[in-house]
């Protein structure tokens, strides 16, 4: 057995956490949008005006009058129904955590966690893919399993940027904001760089985070979202091999971290992972212990598909997608009118 089963109840109180997290970001979202700043009178040559303040922005609603009145009512009223929901899915979310981690059902670590929520407080969707092994969480948490914690251990988290498009991160103000700034200011201070452009982020106990991106063909192409956010952000780094999997579809499952709390993490599909570890498995310049992990690693996600993820079938129809190298790989048959010791990446 590559995996151990979830009992029921360890399955119950993580969807449960999961459902809380839905409805806790969802009113976070509206908080943003709807409920940041201010919206109050303000005198203006002996006359009161109603003024919106978010962030740097000010905006006239208009002089004081029965509509004004209105607004900046259903504005406190919304706030406060809203800082309301937040408290109550809070303080639920904090007893269900208590109640994981008494059955011991947390899974990924504190510190990648706290990374993915920061993601997810941008946008509906998180902006950047999880491709290493902390991919493994997601996928056993889809399948209701739990992995030996030999093929879970790792000392980072790595993200994969679609340089298709620039990414565009901002502070609850509304402000632009690189990678390293909000890391630093919505999980850990002590992150930092080695350095100007590089792609990497280490806090003081040695964790680290890596952005990495397609190796663009040609290789002196200029890509959208290649450049640093910020001055002095961190640079993904362009990586051979990876500009098949950039374009494979994503899944988007949420995770318990170690302390049961929630966090939504978007990767690839478990067989383009799959795929893509026994890929680099093969390659010549890979460490050789690194090389013997992705293909156990590879090798187990590929069982568990077989075994408990019919949703995400290794049929014919899912070859034709990949590399001509890769359908080598996974269904041990050359592609027609091909060279199968080239890659079609």
Known sequence: MFFNELDARSIKEQVDQAQLWSAWIDADRMRRHSFMGTLDWEERNGRRYLYRRKGGTVKSFGLFGPETERARSAFQKGKEENAERLRVLSGEMDRQAAVLRAIGAGRIPVMAARI??????????PPARVIGTNALYAFEAMAGVRFDSASTATGDIDFLIDDRNRMKLVTEEQEPIGLMSMIQKQV??????????DFRLTNDKGYMVEFVRPEPRPIYRKMPGAEPLTEGDVEP????GLQWLVHAPAIDVIVMDERGFPAPMRCPDPRHWAAHKLWLATREDRDPAKSLRDDKQ????????????????????????????????????PPSGADSTSPDW
């Open 298 to 333: 590879g090798r187990l996600v590929l069982n568990l598909i077989r075994d408990r993820l019919p949703q995400f079938p290794l049929d014919e129809e899912f070859l034709a997608k990949l590399p001509g190298e890769l359908r080598v790989m996974m269904s041990g048959k």
């Open 237 to 240: 780094a362009p990586i051979f």
């Open 116 to 125: 993915l929520r920061t993601f997810a407080t941008q946008r509906d969707r």
């Open 188 to 197: 850990d201070r002590t992150f930092k760089s080695r350095g100007p452009r």
